[in-house]
């Protein structure tokens, strides 16, 4: 059978244009589309964010054969008492991953506070990627490969982790793609987590305060300047399915 890709974005009037609600990427089979975009639309006007003022369901056919399968990212999680303790976690995550530049890198995440998408930085110069910098970089096009789970209850729960474990593993597995490094724009959501190399999935129990909506992410480019374009086609064009690993 066919496959789709269901992508809903959710958005507010703000003072400066519309801002950013919430968002999610499913890709599931025909029988599956309606009620899988229901769902969406249903987490799209429950959303901690607030109520949208537009919601977008796009509903797109993949060619099968272009879908690439992954196995997701080990995942460890770091527990953390304080915001600042999980920063410097963080940092030293990075570095023991061999990102030399980890604090200088940490230390641009507000800059991501107000983008839709991620931060694409050079490891070695620190150079910005992205470009149309006010957006970033968004990763698309990915979900689970679900076996006979309700595609339709998945989608309507909205796992932050779940989602986050597609996402880095796709990103992850770029080969100019070093690490990630996350916080959640959720304010009520304060576990983040650092991906790169040997550390897989690394969550931190806190990157910041609860009740802040600052959150934001950075993708950690190494890689020759003339493959980054090849390198953003893919984070947002090719379609991935990560098969989850068992316990
Ligand atoms: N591609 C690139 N950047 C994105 C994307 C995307 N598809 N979606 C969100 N972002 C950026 C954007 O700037 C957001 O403000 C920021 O990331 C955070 O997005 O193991 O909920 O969807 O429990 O709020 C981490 C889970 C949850 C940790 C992350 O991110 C765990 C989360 P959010
Ligand atoms: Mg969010």
Redesign the pocket.
């Given at each position: 059978m066919a496959l789709y890709n269901l992508r809903m974005r959710a958005s507010k009037n703000g003072e400066a244009g519309p801002e950013h609600v919430s968002?999610a990427?499913k890709i599931v089979s025909e029988s599956d589309v309606k009620a899988v975009a229901a769902a969406l639309v249903e987490r799209a006007m429950q959303h901690p964010r607030g109520k949208p003022d537009e919601v977008n369901v796009r509903v797109q056919r993949l060619d099968e054969s272009t879908v690439l399968r992954l196995k997701a990212l080990k995942v460890t999680t770091v527990e953390v008492e304080t915001a600042e303790a999980g920063l410097k976690r963080a940092q030293e995550l990075l570095e023991s991953a061999g990102i030399a530049n980890a604090k200088k890198i940490l230390a641009l995440l507000p800059l991501?506070f107000k983008?839709?998408?991620?931060m694409l930085l050079d490891v070695h110069d620190l150079e910005r990627l992205e470009p149309d910098k006010a957006r970033?970089?968004?990763?698309?096009c990915m979900d689970y490969a679900r076996g006979n789970a309700s595609a339709a209850k998945s989608a309507g729960s909205n796992s932050?982790?779940k989602e986050?474990?597609v996402?880095a593993t796709k990103v992850l597995s770029h080969k100019n793609i070093c690490g990630e490094i996350?916080?959640?724009?959720?304010p009520d959501?304060v576990?983040?987590?650092v991906t790169a190399g040997a550390l897989g999935y690394t969550?931190i129990t806190k990157l910041k305060e609860l009740g802040s909506p600052n959150?934001?992410?950075i993708f950690l480019y190494s890689g020759p300047k003339s493959e980054v374009a090849e390198c953003i086609r893919y984070l947002q064009e090719t379609p991935v399915l990560v098969e989850e690993n068992d316990g």
């Open positions: 968002g990427e991501t983008m839709r998408g991620a970033g970089v968004r990763a698309t932050h982790f986050a474990l996402l996350c916080v959640s724009d959720d959501y576990t983040g987590y969550r959150g934001g992410r």
